[in-house]
């Protein structure tokens, strides 16, 4: 093993590189590159007893199996690897950043990201690299690599073997998804549901891609079909001109008129009831029809996490649609939040925002007929 830093060029940081040297030596039968954002997988407790992430070389001294694989591995580590809650848009630029610029020179991507905000940054990734025709798997772990029952060595290795499956000479899964706990998904379909369990990622509204036991068993009727003509359309711009608006009884007018008057705003995430309904009140539909005439967009999406909003089957939601609220219909909130902001991102055209809000761009909601 060993280890240089390098400057990136567009992200102006330092990164240190590692290469995991093979133990099957010969040209290995794939070659992939892990990139280290930091999470649990490499913590460990500091003299206060806080978990805080280390260097990746930690990571491999614990997982040594790692060279035994028949996989050339490299490393890209981030200079000060994070717990995922400080991820902001730069990462997510960073880490697209990392795959565009690497993306001919690898069979699969592995992103080892701490689980807090992971399925945030999957699905900011998920549309940032439309065209991607590779697999870019993430994965983390509950517990840090140093401990005895971790689970950060089998979701490690196997997202390895996933990154690197091949078929008829092409990737099996060529998109951006989470593996985790011997479960594959797709990334803009997750959600983390637990912080106490080693099955930490819930996927309600999509089949799951595969499952791993002793055998790996690819789910491929609902995999990304792989595509020989796709290119790469890499883009990395986001806005953070949004806002999360859950509703609960009794919400006051002059909160909600308050969070809609914020200068700048250009889009709401609304967590509306059950099926995408709200309540119907004059002063409320007022608020969102006055947000709406200001050019505030209003992404509905549901509170439950296998909700599907379907406006219109209840008066509660009929409203909102003929305000020209927009539906998420079962969109997650991770993928909502990240699509809106990549929208206003990178379409000035406001009108096709709100179209492309409603039909997926990778996969990440259904659409209802
Ligand atoms: N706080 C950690 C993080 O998201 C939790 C984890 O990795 O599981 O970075």
Redesign the pocket.
Known sequence: MHWHCFKMAKTNRKYRIVDVISASQQDPGSSILIIYT????G?EHDASGA?K?LNFNQIVKRAPSLKNLDIKITVISFPDP????NVTVREWQDLGYIINENHHHYDGFVILH?????SYTASALSYMLQGLNKPVIFT???LPISAIRSDARANLVTALEIASSKKNGVPVVPEVCVYFDYQLMRGNRTFKKRSSQFA?FGCENYPILAKAGITINYNESVIAPYDPDAKLNYKNKFSNDVIVLKLFPSLKESYLRHILDIPGLKGVIMETYGSGNAPTGAWFLRCIEEAIAKNIIIYNISQLTGGIVIHGRYETSKYLDELGVISGSDITREAAITKLMFLLGTESNIEHIRQKLKAPLCGELTVLN
């Open positions: 930091g999470g649990t997988i913590m978990l992430a994070l717990d995922s809650s701490g689980t807090d905000t992971m983390g772990a509950q930490a």
